[in-house]
């Protein structure tokens, strides 16, 4: 027997539909009413660009939508995005999917149809999420060993001595200092960049 899943539930979210007026932002709006979603619409966007990021969910029209809606870079909306998508002319479809848009809603909208949406739109945004920050964790973990790498480097040429020797001086100064080893590695190759910045300017 399959353990129980829990039934989405949006009850208090607010979703922005960024629409022109049009019998599809009523259905939409009506939909949202439905699960317990403030809707609001605008067009061509709202008057405050920073007030776009109190929303839970964005809906976008793919026909007409562009760049310049957006207060951030395409792809990095800090919400999930739903797609409007009343014509499948290819460029419009790759325009939505450049913008990020995690699910998509086929015009014209009617009485249902916006919850799967959302479920949607909420799974894939939040794996989405959580990759970049899986990235962003080993693209910091990379950096850090680099700089491990450059300053028992470093080290080893200002001592005339082997890495272990090196390596082992670098574990000294980070426990002196109450520092990681990696923090500590990062401040003497930052300090030799300096170094070598003002050499420059000095014309050494």
Known sequence: MSPARHT?????WRALILHRPH???????AQCARIGIAGEAAWPAI??????RDYDVLLIDADRGHDEQFP??????????????GSEAPGRIAWSMGQGADAQLLKP??????????????????RRRSQEQEIASLKERLLKRQALAEATAMLMHKHDCDAGYAFNLLRKKAMAER??????????????????RKNVTNGR
């Open 8 to 12: 989405p539930n949006f009850v208090g």
């Open 23 to 29: 019998d599809n932002v009523e259905a939409l709006l």
């Open 47 to 52: 008057e405050r660009e920073a007030g776009m």
């Open 72 to 85: 951030w870079p395409a792809g990095s909306a800090p919400m999930p995005i739903i797609a409007l998508i």
């Open 109 to 126: 909208i009617g009485s249902a149809g916006l919850y799967s949406a959302l479920v949607a739109a909420r799974e894939s945004f939040t």
């Open 179 to 196: 520092q990681s080893i990696e923090d500590t590695a990062e401040r003497i190759v930052a300090g030799a960049e300096t170094d070598g």
